[in-house]
């Protein structure tokens, strides 16, 4: 009896954990890409627009992904807020174009780095009240993003208080030197 009350209990704080977090999808238009960028923003519970700022976590999916990425890590991610391993933050995954690696081409249209670092940036820094501390500024990203959390990171020191690149891409070209 005691593992069916436990067990009741351990689903009930899960649901009022997801009932308090909230997933946003969106679109971010510049000219600095071909078309809007899809993103994707994971609130934690108690969330306030006019509170305290939160860091920002810029989780940078694959090649061939996109910001699903963050819709599917979102239990896992409650999980870790619920269980206090995880600091409160705002999660925000942009969906780059396949093969954009989060670089600007050189002589193309996707300028991909420079929107991530600039207008897409403050566009979630003053809807989703994220700090402007570079300290409370992370990425992380898998594959391709991961060389982009690297490239991003190395490149922009002055924006960003740490980095963590899962399985990354590698290119001599990662750290923008090329």
Known sequence: MKVIASLAT???MTAAVR???QL????FASTLVIKPAPYAVLLPDNFSKTGKP?????????GGGDRSQLRRSRAMI?????????????IVAPSATPRAFYMDQKNGPEKWETLLTGPFREHIQKNYNTSR???ENLLMGASMGGMGSLRLGFK???LYGGLAALERASSPSCTGRT
């Open 19 to 21: 009932a308090d977090t």
């Open 24 to 27: 946003i999808e969106s679109d």
């Open 10 to 12: 351990v689903i009930l």
């Open 133 to 135: 501390d570079p300290k």
């Open 78 to 90: 409650e999980e870790l807020w619920q269980a206090g391993k995880l600091a409160r933050m705002v």
């Open 54 to 62: 939160l860091p920002m976590l810029l989780y940078l999916h694959g």
């Open 156 to 158: 922009h020191p002055e």
